[in-house]
């Protein structure tokens, strides 16, 4: 037991080296490369040219920003300092929360984003850990998912499991990368279809929040069909009208 916990606080070690070494290193470099300029040049270089490195600088802040974040939710989760609070949880309002955050940016690619979900269906977990999940797997069907595509959130109830589902019309994960993806080892950031940048700690999160709340997670995808990501969540045997 002790063999296994010294690997994963390697594991862990390691991996926040390569964060750093690369995945927070390049946003500071953009960063200060382009601040840099501005200082040194800024009575030479014309409205458009600041625009345009203000707007990068921005867009690196915003990425580095959403990266720590990640990289500090899951380095929380494995070292045990998040606590979950079961209660019963009524889907509706989360997702409906979900869609009005991630509008935006499904509008943007004008992808149809929208959910099948009931106001009485209800699951039994942490609230945060569940919008926390959905956020981030429908940020990534948004993601991975070409302009004009759509993206829907359902959920089937179950007798003990309610199956909450995110199922896009994406670009879909090759077969190899599949068995892959919760990998703590194996771990890798891709590009969107507009090039959008993730830090690949998303897919952790919602591995690591499935099972505190005694649930676990399931993808199913095709190269050029899309995926669907599907989470066991327990069911709270409570229901609610209206």
């Not at 964060?19 to 840099?36: E, Q, R, T």
């Not at 014309?46 to 490195?53: D, K």
């Not at 998912?145 to 007798?159: H, K």
């Not at 507009?194 to 199913?220: D, R, Y």
Request: proline residues 2%.
């Amino acid at each position: 037991r002790i063999n296994q916990e010294l690997r994963e606080v390697n594991l862990m070690k390691d991996k926040m080296l390569s964060v750093i070494a690369h995945d927070l290193k390049n946003p500071f470099a953009a960063i200060l490369g382009l601040s840099n300029i501005l200082v040194e040049d800024f009575d030479q270089l014309e409205p458009a040219e600041m625009r345009n490195f203000i707007n990068t600088i921005n867009d690196s802040t915003t990425h580095l920003y959403q990266l720590l974040e990640q990289l500090l939710t899951w380095l929380s989760a494995r070292a045990g300092r998040i606590r979950v609070q079961q209660q019963s949880v009524r889907m509706y309002l989360v997702t409906d929360r979900v869609i009005k955050i991630l509008t935006p940016q499904a509008d943007a690619k004008n992808i149809r984003l929208h959910h099948t979900i009931l106001a009485d269906q209800t699951v039994l977990g942490d609230e945060s850990m569940i919008e926390t999940i959905l956020r981030n797997l429908v940020g990534n069907a948004i993601k991975f998912t070409p302009n004009g595509g759509s993206v829907e959130i359902e959920m089937i109830d179950g007798p003990e499991y309610n199956r909450l589902t995110v199922r896009d019309t994406g670009v879909g994960i090759n077969s190899d990368r599949l068995g892959s993806l919760f990998q703590e080892d194996k771990i890798q950031s891709s590009k969107g279809t507009m090039e959008e940048k993730g830090s690949g700690f998303g897919l952790l999160i919602c591995k690591e929040f499935a099972e505190k709340m005694g649930g676990h997670i399931e993808v199913h995808s095709e190269i050029g069909k899309g995926s669907a990501f599907t989470v066991y969540l327990k069911r709270s045997g409570l229901n609610y009208a209206g």
